[in-house]
């Protein structure tokens, strides 16, 4: 069964330093999703991108992060300047298409440590 | 705004059938969905409603009163390896959205003892 998957499964940055999650949504899924769920907290909507472009973006989703459909397969979140309160596990999602009962498919996802 | 309630944990024992409540307020009700999130995975996709009613797949049912902003997930039959979080989360066509976004409520931890 296709999945959703995310490199790399755990990241280690500085303060300060740019990371780049990477994930790789399920083949002829045509929406793309970040999520991000602190530790013991709900599950958050950052953005979503379809047709590439952002099609919607959370509050939270501020300038210091952006997206990018690099290739056909990829599907990239950057962080440009990572703080303490960006430590968090982000998870990829994606979707076929716009029918309602269409389900996303979460990645693994990557969880991000800022020292 | 949105804002959706859960009870933060439940226990249950094996076999038993066990009922996670769900209420939800939006501006723009597209959709809920309870997902399963095992400690440090991914969520996993249950079910899904959107019109009033029940919706069975297996061991696992999921209602839904739209008038009445609630949804409940019950679970039939339980197992050990249905310890986990389960999450409410709503689809909101909320203004200038485009309204395919999961907003997700804090999670139901259930443990299930023997």
């Known amino acids: 069964e296709p999945e959703v998957t995310q490199t790399p499964s755990h990241q280690v940055t500085q303060m300060g330093q740019e990371v780049i999650l990477r994930c790789v949504p399920i083949?002829?899924?045509?929406?793309f999703y970040w999520y991000r769920q602190i530790l013991g907290q709900k599950v958050e909507f950052l953005v979503s991108?379809?047709?590439?472009?952002?099609?919607?973006k959370s509050e939270i989703f501020d300038d210091q992060f952006s997206v990018e459909r690099p290739d056909g397969s990829n599907f990239t979140l950057k962080i440009r300047s990572t703080k303490l309160e960006d430590s968090a596990m982000y998870f990829c999602?994606?979707?076929?298409?716009?029918?309602?009962?269409?389900?996303?498919?979460f990645g693994p996802g990557t969880r991000l440590t800022v020292l | 705004g949105q804002n959706i309630d859960q009870p933060t944990e439940m226990t249950a024992t094996e076999g038993a059938i066990v009922q996670i409540n769900c209420t939800y307020q939006?501006?723009?009700?597209?959709?809920l969905f309870w997902y399963q999130q095992h400690a440090g995975e991914a969520p996993t996709f249950l079910s899904y409603?959107?019109?009033?009613g029940l919706e069975e797949k297996g061991r696992f049912s999921s209602f839904l009163s739209r008038s009445k902003g609630y949804s409940y997930l019950l679970l039939k039959e339980l197992q050990m390896k249905d310890s986990a979080s389960y999450l409410c989360?709503?689809?909101?066509?909320?203004?200038?959205?485009?309204?395919?976004?999961?907003?997700f409520g804090k999670g139901t931890t259930l443990s299930v003892s023997s």
């Open positions: 999602a994606s979707k076929p298409g716009q029918v309602l009962t269409d389900t996303q498919y």
């Open positions: 083949s002829n899924h045509l929406y």
């Open positions: 991108f379809y047709n590439n472009e952002i099609s919607e």
């Open positions: 939006t501006s723009g009700f597209n959709g």
């Open positions: 409603n959107v019109l009033d």
């Open positions: 989360a709503v689809r909101d066509m909320g203004a200038g959205q485009a309204g395919t976004a999961l907003i």
